[in-house]
């Protein structure tokens, strides 16, 4: 009764990245309207500092840093990203958020204009769990909804 | 007074669906996220658009302007994100020229 109580109240933490101010603009709102708490970065490197992984890409690190870096920042639920952006692209970043321990669980979405059936192929096959095609609409970030659930602690057994 | 406004505002949105200048679908979506919470959101929108249009609009003249040799890669980009912002703000007829323009582009005709 209290944990469903617990998990009412709380908001899924959405991160979203985007170098284009409009798109970043439109994402917030849908997000908002969905009621997800937000945070928005504008690149790759930006949302890498944010989930801690931008330290060298020596895996101890990361690891002695983990719960450090997790309880300093806050959770994220859900990350979605653009694919194209100058820097580090969505496709980097999605690679990026797979290959680390601590953060390979949260789900991560792409973004794109281009419809072009070998890059879907490619995110998918990476582990994204959706690619939305822009302009993203209500529907596309009403996909998200059971990605963030199927992370709920009822659901998954001993969380991560 | 305000019907009137109201109007005007009514004619003029559909004259724009009409020539094609403005996607009626996508621009209905962006003023679906506006609310009481949220009264400017399509205001804001849309500002921002011209803002960041300009913006690239300045950066592709003087790309045009360094005739020789035309750099197509960075005409290309930047037409990619101009597209990619009409294409959100329903800017249809817009998108539609970028989308040729990066033809050009890709088939390196400087004329077009």
């Known amino acids: 009764m209290a944990m469903g109580r617990v998990s ?18 439109l994402i917030e709102r849908l997000l908002k309207i969905s009621s997800y708490q937000v945070t928005i970065m504008d690149s790759g490197v930006k949302a890498l500092e944010f989930l801690g992984l931008l330290d060298d890409d020596n895996g101890s690190i990361e690891s002695t840093f983990t719960s450090t870096t997790q309880n300093h920042q806050e959770k994220v639920d859900l990350i979605i990203t653009d694919y194209s952006m100058p820097g580090i692209t969505g496709f980097d970043l999605l690679k990026k958020i797979k290959e680390s321990e601590s ?3 949260i789900p991560v979405v792409i973004m794109s ?15 994204a769990e959706e690619f939305l095609l822009k302009p ?14 199927r992370g709920m602690p009822e659901s998954n057994s001993f969380g991560y | 007074m305000e019907r009137n406004s109201h109007r005007q505002l009514a004619n003029m949105k559909k004259s724009l669906f009409d020539q094609g200048y403005l996607d009626q679908e996508q621009f209905t979506q962006l003023e679906e996220l506006q609310d009481e919470a949220n009264p400017n959101f399509v205001e804001e929108v849309v500002t921002l658009y011209y803002r960041d249009s300009a913006r690239l609009i300045q950066n592709i003249e003087q790309a045009l302007a360094e005739k020789n040799p035309l750099d197509f890669t960075k005409l290309d980009n930047y037409m990619h994100q101009f597209k990619g912002s009409s294409c959100s703000i329903g800017a249809k007829k817009l998108k539609n020229e970028c989308t ?3 033809e050009y582009c890709r088939t390196g005709n400087g004329e077009g």
Request: hydrophobic share 30%; net charge positive; with cysteine.
């Open chain 2, 100 to 102: 040729q323009f990066r």
């Open chain 1, 113 to 127: 204009s281009e419809n072009v059936q070998s890059r879907i192929n490619s995110c998918l096959e990476s582990g």
């Open chain 1, 136 to 149: 993203v609409q209500q529907s596309d970030v009403n996909k998200l909804r059971p990605h963030l659930l």
């Open chain 1, 103 to 105: 953060l390979k669980n």
């Open chain 1, 8 to 25: 009412l109240e709380k908001k899924f933490h959405v991160l979203a990245i985007d170098d284009s101010t409009i798109d970043r603009k």
